[in-house]
């Protein structure tokens, strides 16, 4: 019930702009209830989840592209942070809002998935695009900054398709909400 969401999930994230957004939100989903049900913190520090990542990371990336062992560490601290949001029971609303794409997001799509909530998604800047310029000055490897690269376009093209409305705070931002999937 947790192996097979969570190698999905993560073949998913490091698919980055080719994600498959339904893929993604359904493992996504499923792993929301496992997480009603069975604890977080064990799940995702347990044997079971470092061999399914592993395995995924070897069987999606290319020889060159696969983290030495002190990267996968990091992505999977990374990846534990990021999805303890999946623990958090949704309270039952008709309208979910998210002031950006990405993580902030996944609630949103949670709950249409869930109780088929509405997923309003407002745009003021555009986190994706604030990511690339963030990570083009940090000291994490290559290899650190295309993960989460990936990590988050995929969130953010899942946050696109699922919501019911998009809106921007002008053209600019409505022209990188296009490039990203919107």
């Not at 993604?24 to 989903?29: E, G, I, S, V």
């Not at 049900?37 to 995924?56: G, I």
């Not at 942070?81 to 609630?107: I, K, W």
Request: hydrophobic content about 45%; aromatic content about 12%; overall charge neutral.
């Amino acid at each position: 019930r947790f192996a097979a969401p969570f190698q999905t999930v993560v073949r998913e994230l490091l698919s980055g702009p080719e994600a498959r957004e339904q893929s993604l939100a359904q493992a996504l989903h499923q792993l929301y209830r496992f997480f009603q049900r069975f604890d977080y913190s064990a799940a995702m520090e347990s044997d079971v989840a470092w061999r399914v990542f592993l395995a995924s990371v070897v069987g999606e990336m290319p020889q060159s592209g696969q983290p030495s062992v002190a990267e996968a560490t990091a992505w999977m601290r990374w990846l534990t942070r990021y999805l303890a949001v999946l623990s958090v029971p949704l309270p039952e609303v008709d309208l979910v809002h998210s002031s950006l794409a990405g993580l902030a997001g996944v609630p949103g799509v949670l709950a249409k998935l869930e109780q088929g909530a509405a997923f309003l998604l407002s745009e003021h800047g555009i986190f994706l695009r604030e990511l690339y310029l963030a990570l083009s000055r940090t000291p994490e490897t290559e290899k650190n900054r295309r993960f989460l690269l990936n990590l988050n376009r995929a969130l953010v093209k899942m946050n696109y398709y699922y919501a019911d409305l998009i809106t921007s705070l002008g053209e600019f931002n409505h022209t990188w909400q296009l490039r990203f999937g919107a």
